[in-house]
Nanobody, 123 residues
Framework: QVQLLESGGGLVQPGESLTLSCVISARTSSRYTMGWFRQAPGKEREFVAAISWNAEGTNYADAVKGRFTLLREYLNNTVLLRMNDLKPEDTAVYYC????????????????WGQGTQVTVSS
């Protein structure tokens, strides 16, 4: 069964940076379009960003555009989410998910959700 493992969260002050990591355990991981989602307390899970299976395309939610960047590392089946200039409203549990050759414009999470990684932005 394909699994996802998120890591890299933590407590930071506004304006600081974090890099989240998502490792996908799949022999054909290179065929997956990967995405990040987040869920703040009392809110529904929302889309954050996605990168296509061939890394030729990315899509970011308006709230993070210009601050967050995705990077794929095929050799170790990892997708990184670099988060700069973090704001208190970025506080949430961050999850990754994937869809085989999915669309970066409408990624449909197809794998079991992992535990996520907590990001807290507070002064």
């Amino acid at each position: 069964q394909v699994q996802l493992l998120e890591s890299g969260g933590g407590l930071v002050q506004p304006g600081e940076s974090l890099t989240l990591s998502c490792v996908i355990s799949a022999r054909t991981s290179s065929r997956y379009t990967m995405g990040w989602f987040r869920q703040a307390p009392g809110k529904e899970r929302e889309f954050v960003a996605a990168i296509s299976w061939n890394a030729e395309g990315t899509n970011y939610a308006d709230a993070v555009k210009g601050r967050f960047t995705l990077l794929r590392e095929y050799l170790n089946n990892t997708v990184l989410l670099r988060m700069n200039d973090l704001k208190p409203e970025d506080t949430a549990v961050y999850y990754c998910n994937a869809e085989v050759t999915g669309s970066i414009w409408y990624l449909r999470p197809s794998l079991p959700w992992g535990q996520g990684t907590q990001v807290t932005v507070s002064s």
